[in-house]
């Protein structure tokens, strides 16, 4: 045993500084967000350079063409917090209250992440539906429309409580 724990003992370790690796910022999972926020950007950029003449925006009220890019800046908006929360490092020494902090953030963001897609969607169906003629066939086919945005939030809220529990078990594990 003793060769092994002199071996271990006097094998050379790699000068790291750990601060500087979080200040990088060079995890897969970060750049993986920030190719999806950069697609996310760019296609939200092509939408609205594109919308006023393919969809008709000249025809409608300057209130929808409004409410439009609101709803579009917000999914962007949401998207690059997104990214800011997943690269911001823990900044206190206590490891334990740095996680509790996440925590809390990650709650936050989640709720405003689901009703700022929900607000976002009802945005963007107004613009697209305000100028249709309604009958009840078209009611009828606006129904599984309002169906899937809702079971859209169902699945996204059951995906950030998972994310969320996950994080909470790490939390009530460090304080044990």
């Known amino acids: 045993m003793d060769p092994l724990k002199s071996a271990w003992d006097n094998a050379p370790t790699p000068d790291r500084d750990i601060s ?6 060079t995890s897969p999972v970060l750049k993986d967000i920030r190719k999806q926020v950069i697609l996310e950007a760019i296609g939200y950029s092509i939408f609205l350079i594109v919308y006023y003449d393919f969809f008709d925006g000249d025809k409608k009220p300057y209130y929808l063409n409004l409410l439009l890019v609101v709803s579009i800046l917000c999914m962007l908006a949401q998207s690059v917090t997104g990214y800011v929360l997943a690269r911001s490092p823990a900044v206190e020494y206590n490891l334990l209250e740095s996680m509790r902090k ?4 990650i709650r936050k963001y989640a709720l405003i992440t689901i009703f700022t897609k929900i607000l976002a969607f009802a945005g963007i169906f107004a613009f697209f539906l305000a100028s249709i003629r309604w009958t009840q066939q078209k009611y009828l086919t606006l129904i599984p429309l309002v169906i899937i945005v809702g079971v859209q939030a169902y ?20 304080n044990q």
């Open 102 to 105: 996440k925590l809390h953030n």
């Open 155 to 174: 699945f996204q809220w059951k995906i950030w409580k998972g994310r969320i529990y996950r994080v909470k078990q790490t939390v009530e594990e460090l």
């Open 20 to 25: 500087a690796i979080i200040g990088k910022h």
